[in-house]
């Protein structure tokens, strides 16, 4: 598969402050890769650079298979979407007339804007003024700006941050068709469920450098001693290594009747981060 | 550098249906409007009297809502969106000066008719509308452009609005003669030369030094408003 995205060396420092001190990836077409870290680890500076709003202090950054520095054209703007945290709305206007605009300046047609409304859940509250929404109410609407033109390459910062689980789940599920329907999805966040969920690979960015790069499945696998937990009747919980020993503690609380439930205590990437980085997310 | 009228009325249209809601804007366009009825009601005839009001019309809704239109982009994070989007630079500056360019033009006929001020020669006069709207209008972008929000835009604005609005209306006091000479060079000393020769019953030949200036203005003012907005759209947080 081709790469959309690649990134060799990449450096960026401000003035007082080295935000990326040395970043390596590539993004194949129609992957949804998913940055992790915590605030402060260089996530938005990544996108900034990547959607040429920053100068990158040294590396190479390729999009389409062009240098970055070429990047910064009408062009280009029409292949990407972008969603940052802080993505302004015009507060004055509603949500139909704002999507109304960018519908405008991409070309698109008018009944594309009620196909994002209804993606992003906001399809009967289109008429209401931007700024009497709730803050997850905002992001719904800058996501459905982000993905107006089916992008091809897709920037998400942080994009449920704001949002209740119920959304969440929803937007998710867009998300995962919009990708299916072959856009390349390049996310940023915090939440190691919604990573789990929406990402064939997953970076953990710590201090400025990408410390490791997998899918999640192998992320966890690199777990050896995973631990199992049997929880027997009188609300006992009892943990058990996999080993013959465990085995034999198994075995028995089924015979005896004990065991309620069981379940293996495989790591979340939460876990793996604070072990890689000893830093929660 | 393509040209796509369709993204500019885009930006327009947004302008438009915002300032509906929008009463700082409102208020202060109005400002203009009130001096112009407040001269006509004490009968200033004099030509250079009355266009005062276009003066001040040009600078608040040229220079002054501009600049505050402009600098609510920066401040609200809605230019990042624009510059993010498939609009090209000149795109972007021409639909985000239509709106003032028509308020302005409104505002001006408005003064006009409200002073009772006779205008002279009309295409000269527009054409010399015309130069000074692109001058303001440029100056506003500038302003707004290196504000951070809506209200340093007006304290920064405020002594350019001296400057441009107010310098001919003193310039009688002033005694340096480096800063009247100074002061005869801007675009609305030139306007008002400009009006006051058509009044005498002049034609363009009488003005066209002034015209000359003004367009040099035009063109400078121009070219730091892409200059400054180029340098603004990156690196920026
Ligand atoms: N414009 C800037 N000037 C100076 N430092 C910056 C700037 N932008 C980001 N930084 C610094 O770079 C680091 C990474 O920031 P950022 O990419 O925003 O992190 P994240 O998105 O992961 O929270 C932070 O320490 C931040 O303070
Ligand atoms: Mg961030």
Redesign the pocket.
């Known amino acids: 598969m081709e790469n959309v995205i690649e990134v060799k060396h990449l450096v960026k420092s401000?003035?007082?402050?080295t935000?990326l001190k040395r970043v390596d990836f590539n993004v194949k077409k129609g992957e949804t890769i998913g940055f992790l870290?915590?605030?402060?680890?260089?996530?938005?500076?990544?996108i900034?650079i990547l959607t040429a709003q920053l100068h990158p202090t040294s590396g190479e950054v390729k999009v389409f298979n062009e240098p970055i520095h070429k990047l910064k054209t009408p062009a280009y703007m029409k292949k990407i979407g972008i969603l940052t945290d802080n993505s302004g709305l015009y507060e004055r206007l509603s949500i139909y007339d704002n999507l109304a605009l960018y519908g405008d300046l991409y070309e698109v047609k008018k009944s594309r804007i009620n196909e994002v409304l209804e993606a992003v859940n906001l399809l009967d509250e289109k008429k209401q003024i931007v700024q009497k929404l709730s803050k997850g109410m905002k992001q719904r609407v800058t996501l459905a700006r982000a993905i107006l033109h089916k992008p091809d390459l897709l920037f998400l910062?942080e994009p449920t941050s704001a949002l209740d689980p119920v959304n969440t789940k929803y937007i998710h599920e867009g998300l995962k068709k919009l990708n299916e329907e072959g856009t390349t999805i390049f996310l940023?966040t915090h939440d190691m469920q919604e990573a789990e969920v929406l990402c064939d690979r997953v970076a953990f960015?710590h201090d400025?450098e990408i410390r490791l790069l997998d899918t999640p499945q192998s992320l966890r696998a690199r777990e050896k001693n995973i631990s199992i937990s049997l929880v027997l009747k009188g609300d006992r919980t009892v943990v058990v290594k996999k080993d013959e020993e465990g085995a034999k503690a198994i075995y028995d609380s089924i015979q005896t009747g004990q065991l309620l439930t069981i379940h293996s205590n495989e790591p979340t990437l939460g876990d793996i981060f604070v072990r890689l980085t000893g830093r929660n997310l | 550098m393509t040209f796509s009228t369709k993204r500019v009325n885009a930006i327009f249209i947004k302008d438009w249906k915002d300032l509906q809601r929008n009463s700082y804007i409102l208020f202060t366009a109005a400002i203009p409007l009130f001096f112009a009825a407040w001269l006509g009601r004490i009968g200033a005839d004099s030509a250079i009297l009355a266009s005062y009001p276009v003066n001040l019309a040009l600078v608040i809704a040229g220079a002054f809502i501009q600049a505050a239109m402009v600098a609510e982009e920066k401040e609200k994070n809605t230019l990042r969106g624009l510059l993010l989007s498939p609009a090209n630079t000149l795109e972007i500056l021409v639909g985000k000066s239509a709106l003032s360019a028509v308020m302005t033009i409104v505002i001006i006929t408005g003064s006009i008719l409200l002073s009772g001020y006779h205008v002279p020669s009309l295409p000269v006069f527009a054409v010399s509308i015309l130069l000074g709207l692109i001058i303001y209008l440029a100056i506003g972008t500038i302003l707004g452009l290196l504000s951070r929000t809506v209200m340093e835009s007006s304290i920064i604005g405020m002594p350019v609005l001296v400057v441009f609005g107010m310098a001919s209306m003193v310039k009688t006091t002033i005694e340096n003669e480096v800063l009247v000479k100074v002061i005869d060079y801007l675009p609305s000393e030139q306007l008002n030369h400009i009006w006051v020769r058509l009044g005498e019953g002049e034609g363009l030949s009488a003005v066209s030094g002034n015209m000359a200036v003004l367009l040099l203005w035009a063109a400078a003012s121009f070219f730091a408003t892409m200059l400054i907005y180029r340098k603004n759209s990156m690196?920026y947080?």
């Open positions: 401000f003035e007082n402050k935000a870290g915590p605030s402060g680890s260089g996530k938005t500076t990544i900034k910062d940023t960015l400025g | 690196d947080s």
